[in-house]
């Protein structure tokens, strides 16, 4: 029913959102980034003013071409076996109001589509929808490439979360008490099992009367 972070969360993956970031919201992300987190911001859109009022970087102008390749501004990327082949609309980077931001990803015209932002012991990764991590995408291993790189400054063991909140928005269901048998049956591991062994019971008596006749 809120927004909230784990404190063991290493990893935040925050994809296109239907619901924008409050400015508290946003604060408390940067917080945490500060204290030493890792941010994967993918397709940020224009009307997250919260999270661009933060980190300062948003979408920019459309790619001027539906493919095309990107080549490497720095090397992070040792193992990146090509220059990755993008294609699919979308808005490249906007850095102009961005401190300490370093390109990663860029086209020959100088379109950003991957940035890196140290943010004191955290750091940002700012994508474009050209990277957002689809199972089509990462079939390509230049693609895949970039994924060890998100998770560089994760420690061993370490959680990892996906913003499905701002995503999908709140869970009406989540912090509810229960207050009903029916609560109980339907919302609770446990009642899921018992509500799972009458069914067996149930079809188990079926087939037994099938098998032996009236």
Do not use: K
């Amino acid at each position: 029913v809120a927004f909230t972070i784990p404190q063991d969360c290493a990893v935040i993956f925050v994809f296109p959102n239907q619901h924008a970031y409050t400015p508290e919201e946003a604060i408390t992300l940067h917080r945490w980034v500060e204290a030493g987190g890792t941010l994967v911001l993918i397709g940020i859109a224009a009307f997250d003013e919260a999270l661009v009022a933060q980190f300062h970087v948003g979408p920019g102008e459309s790619l001027t071409e539906f493919l095309g390749n990107v080549e490497q501004q720095q090397p992070l990327f040792p193992d990146l076996p090509t220059p990755i082949r993008i294609g699919g609309e979308g808005a490249a980077l906007d850095l102009t109001e961005a401190a300490a931001v370093i390109p990663m990803l860029a086209t020959d015209e100088g379109e950003v589509t991957l940035a890196l932002q140290q943010i004191a012991a955290g750091v940002v990764w700012h994508a474009t929808l050209h990277h957002n991590l689809t199972n089509e995408q990462l079939r390509d291993p230049a693609q895949a490439t970039v994924v060890p790189a998100f998770l560089r400054h994760a420690p061993t063991g370490s959680r990892l979360l996906i913003d499905t909140y701002h995503l999908f928005g709140p869970d009406p269901t989540a912090g509810n008490q229960i207050q009903s048998l029916q609560d109980w049956l339907y919302r609770t591991p446990l009642g899921w099992a018992v509500l799972f062994g009458l069914a067996t019971t149930l079809l188990f008596w079926l087939l037994q009367g099938q098998r032996l006749g009236p």
